[in-house]
């Protein structure tokens, strides 16, 4: 009963984020002196009479608060409204976008995960001193190196020098970087909570019983360490926007992030508004799934 | 002076300053020196184009060879050294300044008002620092002003939150209670009581947040969208650099590399400042967990 008032707030909560975040995208992108309308003018030759027109059918002659009501019921509906560079609608474009972003945040994610597990049970069961050390290594490896900057290095190395992968396009390399950088932000407490969890009395009593070093790391290990996992994988998660975001950029993948980047570049308002309220909203989501999950795993955290 | 520099290292190390920490802070050091005295130091003008002597490499004319329009990259890193710690500093320092203060105000004021304060600092926190910081540029445009506040509005939480788990484990103190016994009011025993003894917790998380903060710049001028374009930063030199990978690879190590010493000696510095003012560091130093390398 208890729990499920928690779960309850903990959407609550998220719900509120959620409308928080809706509330500043749209009225931080309009802070901007001068509307649309008056930036189109800038560029060609429109009367005041078309401005004035131009303004009643976008609505932008009504109040601030009228705007944000009809916007964000439109959006709620998934219509985000139209591009002003490219005149189709901004769903459409996001639509277009997000199957790109979803696989590369993905697969870095999961890279990151794989690596980060495989590392710190590897060190743990072991006790190898080499695999202690690549843990350290890739720890020091994210906290030093910026994402962009290694990617920059890795194309200027691996494409120009060594001619291995054409500079632009294919996911491999960016993945790589992604991966391990969010690998290096999990692995250390990973690998201190697996490091105290292989001491426990009932991985000890396992061990003398004979269970297969398989099967203690399977089933006694990984379990003690889901709850810091589920509490790493969303510091993880919010560094990956950023990750995405360059790497996107510097590798030329047509996802959410590159389309953010062009449209704030040409000042493209409906598209800047729709793709931040998307990416951060979504990660609200997420971030609440994570709290959830780790509030069933571990009960204790109930409030 | 290879024996003199072991010997101060030793010293250093004696005195309770790791060596890579030694290291670390003389890189930043010799960082701020150059960006204190850029002007003078920069052999040319940072924005002057030869176009006679684009992409070359680096020789006695120039030291590091020119850019894509000819511009001399050694005195572009010199100037940029000034903007990225100018920016970076900055920005840490308004984080600082709009988390602990607004937090610490909230906190003083009462429950509602702090009920209001934290929600609305919950929602800046729920977006991913980089996200927040491009919306707050499309709202204020670029440049440094405004980039240093896209910054420090972004780090905010980060004291905010500190601050307040500070603030209540302060308050439960009988030195506090004291002090509102004899009538103290909640402004009064905030700042002159409380206060003074959050210094050390804000401090050290003014220490983690700079490095960030150094490196959320650089990816902004690495998009476009950092200071502008009169004003060299690293950030700017790695995009530009990046589009003339192929025929001018030389332009793009120096700021790699200056980006990479700078937050990798700010973040080891960062560490060690955390481990040094952690009020448990005797508790923790007794059990045998070994000491964090990073």
Known sequence: MKQSIDIGLRLVKALGQALGIVVLVFFLS????????DMLAAQGDLTESQQQAMR??????RSAVQQFVSWAAAAAHGDFGESLRFKRPVADMLATALPTTLVFAGLSFLVGVGLAFGLAVGA?????????ALVDAVNVWSIALPTFCVGVVGILVLSVWLGWLPVLGGMLLPVLIIGIDSAGQMVKPLHEELREAATSAHVRTARAKGVSALRVALVHLLPAALPVALALSGLVLAGLVAGTLTMEVLFGLPGIGSLTLSAIHGRDYPVIQAAIVVIAVALVAINSVIDILHRLIDPRLAT | MSLVLTTAVRRAAWAGLPAPALVAAAAVLALAVIGAAAPMIAPYDPLDQDLLALNQMPDAVHWLGTDHIGRDVLSRLVMGTRTTLLVGVGGAAAAFAIGAGLGLLAL???????GLVFGAIDVVRAMPGVLLALLLIVALGAGVVPVTIALGISFAPFFAHVARAAYQREMAQDYVTAARMFGGGPLHVLSLHVAPNLVGVLVTQAAIILPRCIVTESVLSFLGLGASPDAPTWGRMVADASRYIEVAPHTILAPVLAIIVLTASLSLLGDHVRQRLDPLRHVRRQSPVEEPTS
């Open chain 1, 56 to 61: 009643h059918s976008l609505g932008l002659d």
């Open chain 1, 30 to 37: 309009r802070i901007v002196p001068g509307d649309t309308v």
């Open chain 1, 124 to 132: 743990v069961m072991t006790q190898s001193r080499a695999i202690t």
């Open chain 2, 108 to 114: 003083a004021l009462g429950r509602i008002v702090e």
